[in-house]
């Protein structure tokens, strides 16, 4: 029988948070986190969790499974139990809504803040704007982020200064349009970033590459948007 | 942009620099008085002291107070932003720090070019 603790708040009749014990007979196979999920759901229907697309293309079930952020859909219990134990917990730093489910407000609005979508200030082309093979490579790492927060939650600076800090999610996102040939505000875009919060808190200890769940490294691409705000100001 | 007052160079960018070219001014610092102290076994007050009579060990000494002012400024306004989450006590904090690597930095100075 595989143990599972899972965090348990409702802030309607809880007074605080506590860890509900359960029992599950996976029968030896090896699920997925998110399987386990909805079976124990199945018997406790006041479970509360997101889920959606079930194969790590929505983002939607990001949790904190036995310490390490990551989907639920998409791990493999053999991934992360130890001990025949599963602890399962709601993303770190952000307000809990109900159980394993998140406020992500902050992190949309940190999201929001770099502009996420191509500025062009030049007039727009018959039928659309050209991109080399080259400059479109550049673009590989960047663009697959599905914003599901596992990387800003896992991230020490972003839980201290949620409000100041991008976080490595934004920044991916943020350095993926200062890359972007097609986009023209490159230096407005820098000119927001240059303060000792918004890119300068990261201390570049990689939780964020060590939990995305795509592969990606943000801490990359938050390095290279130091170094064209370097190139720019020196 | 967040908007910062109580940094050292205004400016998370400039900060950062800061930061890192300090870091190895005092690595550098740090390995010379380190290996001056392992080649001079049984040094005494007249060495020592002819040591920072020349004026290069001066600049290089000024250099690293400066560079310590800079990097416990920089980096200590880093930590009480990150952990000391009301205002009024942060600002002293800031304040406090500020006004301690000040006087520290005096202070070398007249170790360095007293009597």
């Given amino acids: ?234 | 942009m967040v908007t910062n007052i109580t940094n050292l160079g205004r400016s998370g960018l400039s900060d950062w620099l800061i930061q890192r070219v300090s870091a190895v001014i005092l690595a550098l610092y740090t390995v010379f008085i380190v290996a001056y102290l392992l080649f001079n076994p049984g040094l005494d007050y007249v060495t020592w002291s002819n040591l920072f009579a020349q004026t290069w060990m001066r600049i290089f000494s000024l250099l690293a107070f400066i560079s310590l002012a800079a990097h416990a400024w920089v980096g200590l306004w880093t930590v009480t932003t990150d952990y000391l989450k009301s205002t009024p006590v942060r600002l002293a904090a800031q304040v406090v720090i500020i006004l301690a690597v000040f006087v520290f930095l005096v202070w070398g100075i007249t170790v360095l070019w007293g009597a």
């Fill in chain 1, 1 to 234: 029988m595989l143990q599972v603790s899972i965090y348990r708040y409702n802030p309607e009749t809880d007074s605080a948070p506590y860890m509900q014990e359960y029992q599950l007979d996976t029968q030896g196979r090896d699920l997925m986190v998110l399987n386990v999920l909805e079976m124990l759901k199945a018997e406790d229907t006041t479970l509360a969790f997101r889920r959606s697309c079930r194969e790590g293309v929505c983002g939607s079930d990001g949790m904190n499974m036995n310490g390490k952020n990551g989907l639920a859909c998409i791990t493999s219990l053999s991934d992360v139990v130890k001990d025949n134990k599963l602890v399962l917990r709601p993303l770190p730093g952000l307000p809990v809504v109900r159980d394993l489910v998140v406020d992500m407000g902050l992190f949309y609005k940190q999201y929001e803040r770099i502009q996420p979508y191509l500025q062009n200030d030049t007039p727009a082309p018959a039928i659309e704007r050209l991109q080399s093979p080259e400059d479109r490579d550049k673009l590989d790492g960047l663009y697959e982020c599905i914003l599901c927060a596992c990387c800003s939650t896992s991230c020490p600076s972003f839980w201290w200064n949620p409000d100041k800090f991008v976080g490595p999610a934004g920044l991916l996102q943020s350095y993926r349009f200062l890359a972007d040939s097609r986009d023209t505000a490159t230096r407005e875009r820098l000119a927001e970033l240059e303060d000792p919060f918004s890119v300068f808190r990261c201390r570049g200890i990689m939780n964020c590459v060590a939990v995305c769940p795509k592969g990606l490294n943000p801490t990359r691409a938050i390095g290279r948007i130091r170094d064209m705000l370097l190139a720019n100001a020196t």
